[in-house]
């Protein structure tokens, strides 16, 4: 099984700043690398799937890099509306999630 | 517009089981692979079992592989869970989502509660 670690657990920024989200998996998915954001009481959202290839309808400040084991989704410039828990999830070798990344705005 | 609705969540004792079902709509249902994955209150996401279009493969989490069955119906525009010998750590809503790499829809998820 791949795990998939996310770091930081928490991360607490204001509006206007850049948010820099890993996740890092035990061996490599190559580019099977998909990013999704989570409200309370909401499904979770597709943002980006093959590491890099933003989903229909995602605003431009969502950006996702890396392959192999690591990987990051940056949001440029952080919008209220961007509070969220962040999960990166691996297809490379069946299906995981990692532990997700809490987004706080200020 | 896709859909996805699930159905069938609910308050069950341990040892009981429960029929999971996802509506699919606004798509071509059998040109999809579909996905159940589960988050427990508070906590997060688990990937469940995965079925593609044609429903001749079928993939589960090791927690999954013995008590739960996934099957479809592509005359239906439906996807199934089946789930044996509830545990208290089954307690969670179960989601429907499409997509064989990444999940682009998901549905509004089903809560199925574990309890005596």
């Known amino acids: 099984e791949i795990v998939l670690t996310q770091s930081p657990a928490t991360l607490s920024l204001s509006p206007g700043e850049r948010a820099t989200l890993s996740c890092r998996a035990s061996?490599?998915?190559?580019?099977?690398l998909a990013w999704y954001q989570q409200k309370p009481g909401q499904a979770p959202r597709l943002l980006i799937s093959?590491?890099?290839k933003r989903a229909s309808g995602i605003p431009a400040r969502f950006s996702g890099n890396g392959s192999g084991t690591h990987f990051t989704l940056t949001i440029s410039s952080l919008e209220p509306e961007d509070s969220a828990v962040y999960y990166c999830?691996?297809?490379?070798?069946?299906?995981?999630f990692g532990g997700g990344t809490k987004v706080e705005i200020k | 517009e896709v859909q996805l609705v699930e159905s069938g969540g609910g308050l069950v004792q341990p040892g009981g089981s429960l029929r999971l079902s996802c509506a699919a709509s606004?798509?071509?249902?059998?040109?999809?692979?579909m996905n159940w994955v589960r988050q427990a209150p508070g906590k997060g996401l688990e990937w469940v079992s995965y079925i593609s279009g044609s429903g001749r493969t079928i993939f589960y989490a090791d927690s999954a592989r013995g008590r739960f069955t996934i099957s479809r119906d592509n005359g239906k525009n439906s996807t199934f869970l089946e789930i044996n010998g509830l545990r208290v750590e089954d307690t969670a809503v179960y989601y429907c989502?499409?997509?064989?790499?990444?999940?682009?829809?998901w549905g509004q998820g089903t809560l199925v509660t574990v309890s005596s």
């Open positions: 093959d590491a890099s």
């Open positions: 989502a499409r997509g064989l790499y990444s999940s682009d829809y």
């Open positions: 606004g798509f071509t249902f059998s040109s999809y692979s």
């Open positions: 061996h490599s998915v190559d580019s099977y």
């Open positions: 999830q691996q297809r490379s070798n069946w299906f995981t």
